[in-house]
T-cell receptor, first 116, second 117 residues
Framework: DTEVTQTPKHLVMGMTNKKSLKCEQH?????MYWYKQKAKKPPELMFV???????INESVPSRFSPECPNSSLLNLHLHALQPEDSALYLC???????????????FGPGTRLTVL | AQKVTQAQTEISVVEKEDVTLDCVYE???????LFWYKQPPSGELVFLIR??????QNEISGRYSWNFQKSTSSFNFTITASQVVDSAVYFC??????????????FGGGTRVLVKP
């Protein structure tokens, strides 16, 4: 199984809502990433987990809260978002955690988020 | 700081034409990794190739080929005999070898390729 799955595909939420994005992989990869991609721009790194521990937070506002309950699952909890947070949110995985430098990242299909 | 530049924002070709996408990078690291990803309209980034900084061999995979030139800091990508299914945004990316860097991918701005029938 070489897939990274993300749910939901689309999400519309109000600024007072709380929602979560989910990412799942069964490739045994030990590094997992959240990226944000605005229209016509490249992806921007948000968070990196290595062996289920948060390793890198790219100064992301606290209204985004990541969680890695186990080695197959990565969540992104959303609360009190702003309209400018509307974007495509991509999950990616890489084998061997951060100790294995240079491996390619495999991306999921993304969740397209709209904040009203 | 790392930087990846894709000077071509959009390229339009007719089916069966060849198309070359340029990628120029900057890094102070002596060990680094270069990647190309394809993003079709569906949104998912599809991994195409990885190249290590110490391996300057060019590579061909079907209709795709890559030309890595360390001397000019370039990693160009050619699609031969393009097809409509090649229409997508293509990203060149660079990652450091340092563990502390999280294997962060620094992406270029992307090149949109439109292949017309």
């Amino acid at each position: 199984d070489t897939e990274v799955t993300q749910t939901p595909k689309h999400l519309v939420m109000g600024m007072t809502n709380k929602k979560s994005l989910k990412c799942e992989q069964h490739m045994g990869h030990r590094a997992m990433y959240w990226y944000k991609q605005k229209a016509k721009k490249p992806p921007e790194l948000m968070f990196v987990y290595s062996y289920e521990k948060l390793s890198i937070n790219e100064s992301v506002p606290s209204r985004f809260s990541p969680e890695c309950p186990n080695s197959s699952l990565l969540n992104l909890h959303l609360h009190a978002l702003q309209p400018e947070d509307s974007a495509l949110y991509l999950c990616a995985t890489k084998d061997r955690g951060l100790a294995g430098a240079g491996g390619e990242q495999f991306f999921g299909p993304g969740t397209r988020l709209t904040v009203l | 700081a790392q930087k990846v530049t894709q000077a071509q924002t959009e390229i339009s070709v007719v089916e069966k034409e060849d198309v070359t996408l340029d990628c120029v990078y900057e890094t102070r690291d002596t060990t680094y990794y270069l990647f190309w990803y394809k993003q079709p309209p569906s949104g998912e980034l599809v991994f195409l190739i990885r190249r290590n900084s110490f391996d300057e061999q060019n590579e061909i995979s079907g209709r795709y080929s890559w030309n890595f030139q360390k001397s000019t800091s370039s990693f160009n990508f050619t699609i031969t005999a393009s097809q409509v299914v090649d229409s997508a945004v293509y990203f060149c990316a660079l990652s450091e070898a340092l563990k502390a860097a999280g294997n962060k991918l620094t992406f270029g701005g992307g090149t949109r390729v439109l292949v017309k029938p």
